[in-house]
């Protein structure tokens, strides 16, 4: 309960955080959004105020740009009518004035200097008078730009000074709430607090006091079962070191057995021996001879006499491991290290295919027995034309596993001849066994019909026996109530 009641407290005392934690973050949005409210404001006022600037500005410099368009239209207009009155006269009197070219070209020379000063001090002052215009345009410009920006200047600093005061009143105001709600729930929650922890302390002082006599029985109870560990951890110590013991022995016969792999002959021995064990396991001693001799003079690892069709089946140890281990060593070209090994495959098959299928001595097939499972799944897995090659030259090429399968099945074929050839004997014997049983069965009736007879007599013995059983209660009953002995003649059944 005061557990509880803690937990309680702690979370009001939460509730009350997250509380102001949430106003506080809802004031600060406020802030925010006034604040990006009174910045676009000023951002569109003052891009407003700068559009009508630039337009301003571009009216007042079209209008300059058709003065000047309009000054130098009317200078042109001037220099050709002169140059087209000065044309004509020249053409009507030239004719005329052929004397006098010379004094008429002088005057028409300085005509036209004239002419072109007066066009020059025209352009000059056109052009001073422009450049005047142009400078108090711009220092008009310039002024009033001046103002705007200043009127704009003010009327933002107006507006920030009472947009910062109407916030900071506001802020003001609500945090002032905010504190008092605040000030308030903390109190309250203090007060809550201070009673539970005093509840708390209570009951957490009788709760350590449980607890410290629980520790101490949990402790002894934890050194007890430490002991029985660290004995126990002893013991499997023990045995680990017996494990390595085995394991060292182990590394030693692993290690002889690579040195008996290493030379030609053992291994030839090695799988001549692991061949016999297979087959004495699983065959009768009849069904096979080991080392037999053929025609020719040659002599095979194992001979199987197995029932007709098939015959007698040669079963010869190989195991090419020289050149399979170079392909994984790295001694040669892993290339060459497989080339040799599948020339020694199809050597040890050529060789079985020549000497142990014999026509009408051994069966029209043979088998290579491959010690190693490693070495028959690599023929199988990654060189499948070598069994193809040793099918061909009727070579079925097992190992140790598939030879177990061969050899049950042949003992399967030679169980099932066996049986075939004494069916008459089993058939007799099933006959008697008929008999037999026909006795065995009218014994057992005559055994039934005794027990059944046997129980009803036995609970008429037990019906009796009640009757006197009860007799004789009553007599005792007589007895210990002092009265004299009453004799009861027994009714018999």
């Not at 053992?266 to 087959?279: K, M, P």
């Not at 040669?332 to 142990?356: E, G, P, S």
């Not at 006197?468 to 009861?488: A, C, D």
Request: with cysteine; glycine share 6%; charged share 25%.
């Amino acid at each position: 309960m005061l557990e509880m009641l803690f937990g309680v407290t702690t979370l009001v005392v939460l509730l009350a955080g997250v509380l102001v934690v949430s106003r506080l973050h809802q004031l600060s949005t406020a802030q925010r959004e006034v604040l990006e409210t009174l910045t676009q404001d000023l951002e569109t006022k003052h891009r407003e105020m700068l559009n009508d600037l630039h337009q301003g500005m571009s009216k007042q410099s079209e209008a300059m740009q058709q003065g000047l368009v309009q000054h130098g239209g009317l200078l042109n207009d001037a220099v050709n009518r002169n140059s087209d009155r000065l044309r004509d006269s020249m053409s009507e009197s030239f004719e005329r004035l052929r004397a006098s070219v010379g004094n008429e070209m002088k005057e028409s020379r300085e005509t036209i200097s004239r002419l072109q000063t007066v066009q020059s001090e025209a352009l000059s002052t056109l052009r001073l008078t422009l450049v005047a215009s142009l400078g108090e345009s711009r220092e008009q410009m310039l002024k009033q730009l001046g103002d705007i920006s200043a009127a704009l200047q003010n009327k933002q600093d107006t507006l920030r000074e009472d947009m910062l005061l109407k916030l900071s009143t506001m802020l003001a105001e609500q945090s002032k709430r905010e504190m008092e709600q605040l000030q308030a729930a903390l109190q309250q929650s203090a007060a809550s607090l201070a009673g539970s922890v005093a509840e708390l302390t209570k009951a957490t002082d009788n709760r350590l006091a449980e607890i410290s006599g629980k520790v101490t029985e949990r402790l002894d109870e934890g050194f007890k079962k430490t002991n029985e560990t660290f004995a126990s951890v002893m013991a499997r110590l023990a045995t680990i070191d017996e494990a390595q013991k085995k394991i060292d022995g182990l590394t030693t016969n692993v290690v002889s057995l690579q040195e008996l792999l290493g030379d030609k002959r053992s291994r030839g021995a090695f799988g001549e021996v692991q061949l016999e064990h297979l087959i004495s396991n699983v065959l009768p001693a009849q069904t096979y001879e080991l080392q037999a001799a053929l025609a020719g003079g040659v002599r095979v690892d194992c001979l199987l006499k197995l029932p007709e069709p098939t015959g007698t089946v040669a079963v010869d140890s190989k195991f090419p491991l020289e050149n399979y281990h170079r392909m994984f060593a790295g001694e040669m070209d892993k290339l060459t290290a497989t080339r040799l090994f599948k020339a020694d495959v199809k050597k040890h098959v050529d060789d079985i295919a020549n000497k142990y299928i014999i026509p009408n001595v051994t069966a029209d097939g043979a088998v290579m027995f491959v010690p190693a499972e490693a070495v028959f799944a690599e023929i199988h897995a990654y060189h499948p034309e070598l069994v193809q090659y040793a099918m061909g030259k009727r070579v079925w090429i097992v190992s140790p596993t598939t030879l177990m399968a061969v050899l049950n099945t042949a003992r399967a074929v030679i169980k099932d001849v066996e049986t075939r050839k004494q069916v008459h004997i089993i058939k007799d014997a099933l006959g008697k066994l008929g008999q037999e049983f026909g006795r065995f069965d009218k014994r057992m009736k005559n055994l039934a019909t005794h027990i059944r007879q046997a129980h009803e007599d036995a609970m008429e013995v037990s019906v009796t026996s009640e009757k006197i059983s009860k007799q004789f209660i009553n007599i005792e009953q007589v007895r210990l109530e002092g009265e004299e002995p009453v004799l009861i003649a027994a009714g018999t059944t």
